[in-house]
């Protein structure tokens, strides 16, 4: 069984359109994270979610949103997206926010044309 | 700001011996990870530092002295499969927060 799972796994499309990646963990875990990872490998927090509460919330424009609808899923929404947003988004979870490793999701490649 | 710096990278022969060094100077301070991520795969996680000293799992062994803002991941008996990106994580609040390193690639030559 997969721990963390996001889909889709690979999604293209083109500049001013909305998408959605969804996140999934089933370690009943509290907290969940949104990474982005650009193309120079660098992997930077987004977001954190600990019981559906927002409890970092990192310089991002507000064109991304996301949304907890339970303990188990961290979505990620994406509106008017810009040649920049492209890159690999991750989603992770662990059972504390502070001291507890992180388990990570395949990816979502997002390419913006 | 915050600042985490590992070196781009690192090549060592199947067998040996490599040291990664992770140097940060972070607003705040609590704890340190390391990553491993294999190219097109998600990062896993390999060690956990909060206090200073070693701490050693199997081939690989994490080391911290939060009075120099260092810390540096050991692998021992390289294996090719050890051929990765190793990306070095402060939590700088407590909250939670991570800033990660730009990561150090290693390559394992036969």
């Known amino acids: 069984d997969t721990a963390v799972s996001q889909t889709p796994k690979y999604l293209v499309t083109q500049m001013g359109n909305d998408k959605s990646i969804k996140c999934e963990q089933n370690?009943?875990?509290?907290?969940m994270y949104w990474y982005k990872q650009d193309s120079k490998k660098f992997l930077k927090i987004m977001f954190s979610?600990?019981?559906?509460?927002?409890?970092i919330n990192e310089t991002v424009p507000n064109r991304f949103s996301p949304k907890s609808p339970d303990k188990a899923h961290l979505n990620l929404h994406i509106n008017s997206l810009e040649l920049g947003d492209s890159a690999v988004y991750f989603c992770?979870?662990?059972?504390?926010?502070?001291?507890?490793?992180?388990?990570f999701g395949p990816g979502t490649r997002l390419t913006v044309t | 700001g915050q600042n985490i710096d590992q070196p781009t990278e690192m090549t060592a022969t199947e067998g040996a011996i490599v040291q990664i060094n992770c140097t940060y100077q972070t607003s705040g301070f609590n704890g340190l990870f390391w990553y491993q991520q294999h190219a097109g795969e998600a990062p896993t996680f390999l060690s956990y530092?909060?206090?200073?000293g070693l701490e050693e799992k199997g081939r690989f062994s994490s080391f911290l002295s939060r009075s120099k803002g260092y810390s540096y991941l050991l692998l021992k008996e390289l294996q090719m499969k050890d051929s990765a990106s190793y990306l070095c994580?402060?939590?700088?609040?407590?909250?939670?927060?991570?800033?990660f390193g730009a990561g150090t690639q290693v390559v394992v030559t036969p």
């Open positions: 992770a979870s662990s059972q504390r926010a502070l001291t507890d490793e992180q388990y």
């Open positions: 530092n909060v206090l200073d």
């Open positions: 370690l009943g875990h509290d907290t």
């Open positions: 994580a402060v939590v700088t609040d407590s909250w939670g927060k991570f800033q």
């Open positions: 979610y600990n019981n559906k509460e927002l409890i």
